[in-house]
């Protein structure tokens, strides 16, 4: 059925503004909507697209409007901003999300399932308890120190000592009092920690594609499952370089008048997925170092021998993204 219409959607966090267009590409009608008005609302739209940025809750409502017979599309927000006219504010973001998703080039970002954003929320949750544990080691690190006891900044040396410096009689009792209490939070994060791999590992264990990225090097189940619950469909790149691209780890380009100018890499797109792949190639860099040479495979030399005439940062950024052809 042809669609008749595009709709442009802004999520905000108190009100939801719309922008409605003709066939044409004529704005028709104009809201902005409490978000109870605004459900009311939607339940009564024709069958039509469905444009909102790629933000907080935008997949849920992705599968929403696609639940009721819209074709929702989800669009990066760097992608938006060139079709904004004017100043900033709801109803020129959704006019702009609404003249974008018309776009025949557009690229769109694929709709999470409910599965692959419950298996994120364990890496969310893991990563946010791994930066309170370490917030934790260098507050009592710093603490310490104010007492004349200096401790080398391993998070093993630092837990390892904590059952003697609670009785350290240069400790003041309040201080001790407060090791003792830094040392349960430390054992409550531990235990959620080693609950949130274990919900990891079993994604990584039972997800064919998390299954046949675990095959590369340098990719354990951590990265495994968070790749394959980010990556709906690995289909939409069409090589692998494309991937690296969406990725963040291609160089910027600066090109003009035929003449190719290569920058930084560009830094765009998921964080953590690509933080989590480039600390695996670091680790599989290192490791090829260590490896005597008639052992190592020949990617393992490739990479010992890269590493050996260039700054080691760029040989770990290559093993993850394809190079410029």
């Excluded at 008005?37 to 790629?54: G, N, Y």
């Amino acid at each position: 059925m042809e669609q008749l219409t595009t709709v442009g959607i802004d999520l905000g966090k108190d009100v939801i503004a719309t922008c409605v267009l003709d066939v044409h590409g004529a704005v028709i009608e104009r809201r902005v909507l409490r978000r109870g008005a605004f459900e009311r609302w939607a339940e009564q739209l024709p069958s039509c697209t469905v444009a909102m940025e790629a933000c907080g809750s935008a997949h849920h409502w992705g599968r929403w409007f696609a639940a009721r017979g819209h074709t929702a599309r989800l669009i990066a927000g760097e992608f938006v901003v060139p079709f904004r006219k004017g100043g900033k504010n709801d109803t020129a973001d959704a006019e702009a999300i609404a003249i974008a998703a018309r776009q025949p080039t557009m690229r769109f970002v694929p709709i999470k399932t409910v599965d692959q954003q419950a298996i994120l929320v364990w890496h969310s949750v893991r990563e946010g308890w791994k930066e309170e544990r370490t917030a934790l080691l260098n507050r009592v690190r710093g603490l310490l120190a104010e007492f004349g006891i200096v401790i080398g900044r391993s998070s093993d040396r630092l837990l390892m000592a904590l059952p003697e410096l609670t009785e350290d009689p240069r400790l003041p009792d309040a201080m001790r009092a407060m090791l003792l209490q830094a040392r349960e939070q430390f054992v409550a994060l531990h235990a959620r920690l080693a609950r949130c791999d274990a919900q990891i590992a079993a994604h990584a264990g039972n997800s064919p594609a998390a299954q046949r990225a675990s095959e590369l090097l340098g990719v354990g189940p951590i990265t495994a499952s968070a790749l394959a619950a980010t990556v709906p469909d690995a289909k939409v790149f069409k090589s692998g370089r494309q991937f690296g691209a969406w990725l963040g780890l291609t160089p910027r380009q600066h090109s003009s008048g035929g003449r190719t100018r290569l920058g930084r890499i560009s830094l765009r797109g998921n964080v953590y997925l690509r933080t989590l792949l480039i600390q695996g190639a670091r680790s599989t860099l290192q490791a090829a170092i260590n490896t005597e040479p008639a052992r190592a495979s020949r990617h393992r030399l490739h990479s010992s021998a890269r590493c050996s005439r260039d700054n080691p940062g760029r040989p770990i950024v290559a093993m993850r993204a394809p190079p410029h052809p």
